[in-house]
Antibody, heavy 119, light 113 residues
Framework: EVQLVESGGGLVQPGGSLRLSCAAS????????MSWVRQAPGKGLEWVSG????????YFADSVKGRCTISRDNSKNTLYLQMNSLRAEDTAVYYC????????????WGQGTLVTVSS | QSALTQPASVSGSPGQSITISCTGT?????????VSWYQQHPGKAPKLMIY???NRPSGVSNRFSGSKSGNSASLTISGLQAEDEADYYC?????????????FGTGTKVTVL
């Protein structure tokens, strides 16, 4: 059974940093691209960042470009999202999700971790 | 990149069929057969219902079907059931910038009357 478990969310002050983690199991993690998708309270889904299966290619939404870094450790089956210079508008539930393949869809999602940016 | 456009809400009675539209551009929906649809119940993670425009993952009811024409895609739910009441989001691969690859729709709330 595929499982994705996010952690690392919490309350952070504007301008602060957080690192989110996503522990994967139940599939060959190193064979699939992964994404982070967020959802602000009461709002829709927003794709944030993606990374190729090997980690050599990374992608970011304009809203986080320059403030976020995505990485993966295939030896630990773990995906990361480092977020810096956080703003109030970054407040959201952050989901990690597994790619079907080649950006065809996201077939498994974690339960999400809440990031709240507030003073 | 702009979100794909969906109606804010769609409703139907049990047993009826409803269709949710998803409108994009030639840089996303119209240019690629990589449209996917997600169902999200309150407080839950999204669930993939359709990928590659019309393919259903294993375990998804055949009451859900997808199609595409030009720059618009559609999700049809036939034989509407109470459990189908949820938010639905479309998504597509996009080439509109180098920062891709996914763009989501604005979301549609489905109400079962």
């Amino acid at each position: 059974e595929v499982q994705l478990v996010e952690s690392g969310g919490g309350l952070v002050q504007p301008g602060g940093s957080l690192r989110l983690s996503c522990a994967a199991s139940g599939f060959t993690f190193s064979s699939y691209a992964m994404s982070w998708v967020r959802q602000a309270p009461g709002k829709g889904l927003e794709w944030v960042s993606g990374i190729s299966y090997s980690g050599t290619s990374t992608y970011f939404a304009d809203s986080v470009k320059g403030r976020c870094t995505i990485s993966r450790d295939n030896s630990k089956n773990t995906l990361y999202l480092q977020m810096n210079s956080l703003r109030a508008e970054d407040t959201a539930v952050y989901y990690c999700a597994k790619d079907v393949s080649a950006a065809r869809g996201l077939d498994h999602w974690g339960q999400g971790t809440l990031v709240t940016v507030s003073s | 990149q702009s979100a794909l456009t969906q109606p804010a809400s769609v409703s139907g009675s049990p047993g009826q069929s409803i269709t949710i539209s998803c409108t994009g551009t030639s840089s996303d929906v119209g240019g690629y057969n990589f449209v996917s649809w997600y169902q999200q119940h309150p407080g839950k993670a999204p669930k993939l219902m359709i990928y590659d425009v019309s393919n259903r993952p294993s375990g998804v009811s055949n009451r859900f079907s997808g199609s595409k024409s030009g720059n618009s895609a559609s999700l049809t739910i036939s034989g509407l059931q109470a459990e189908d009441e949820a938010d639905y989001y479309c998504s597509s691969y996009t080439s509109s910038s180098t920062l891709g690859p996914y763009v989501f729709g604005t979301g549609t709330k489905v109400t079962v009357l």
